[in-house]
């Protein structure tokens, strides 16, 4: 497996606009998930507004903290396979389900290993932050997450209720 995380650029519009497009479909038909909430934020098909508001800078009122997003590019094949979003910081609702990282595969390319790898890799940009202890957090359905976050070193602290699911808090020691 030959990939990498990279900030999004001109350079991978059309990388962007096949994995969203897919993924996108998948959604509307199967209904699954939409981590990292991130990257559906904006419309992509306006890139230049996108990739300007990609990454959150500040504290903003709304709630949303100082943020990274960055695409798993798999160099073999030139393709994006997946998305993380790094939370610089925690608030409350964070902290309670939302966590550091947000991480998502596109369909076509799950159950293949990249969300374990992805996650490596992301956690090596929170040690850059310098982000020591950091919280990963998925829905307890969500099998394939929880196994992701487990082989990277995450503990289980506890379950919370939200919104009629339970989600799953991990923390990993850097």
């Known amino acids: 497996m030959n990939i990498t995380l990279v900030k999004l650029t001109r350079d991978y ?22 981590s990292p909430w991130k990257i559906w934020a904006n419309d992509f098909h306006d890139f230049d507004h996108y990739m300007e ?49 947000g991480d998502g595969i596109r369909p076509s390319e799950r159950r293949k290993g990249y969300a374990t790898a992805m996650i490596a890799l992301a956690l090596e940009e929170c040690k850059k932050l310098g982000i020591s202890k950091v919280l990963i957090c998925c829905d307890k359905d969500n099998v394939g997450s929880a196994k992701s976050i487990i082989r990277n070193g995450g503990v289980l602290e506890n379950e919370v209720e939200e919104d009629g699911s339970i989600v799953q808090r991990y923390w990993i020691q850097i």
Do not use: S, Y
């Open 53 to 101: 508001n990609l990454d959150t800078r500040e504290e903003m009122e709304n709630g949303w903290v100082p943020d990274t997003t960055l695409f798993c590019l798999d160099r073999d094949r030139n393709i994006f396979v997946g998305a993380v979003n790094i939370r610089h910081n925690l608030n409350d609702d964070l902290l309670k389900t939302g966590g550091h990282i």
């Open 13 to 34: 519009k059309e990388q962007l606009f096949d994995m969203l497009t897919e993924w996108r479909e998948d959604i509307m038909e199967n209904h699954t998930d939409m």
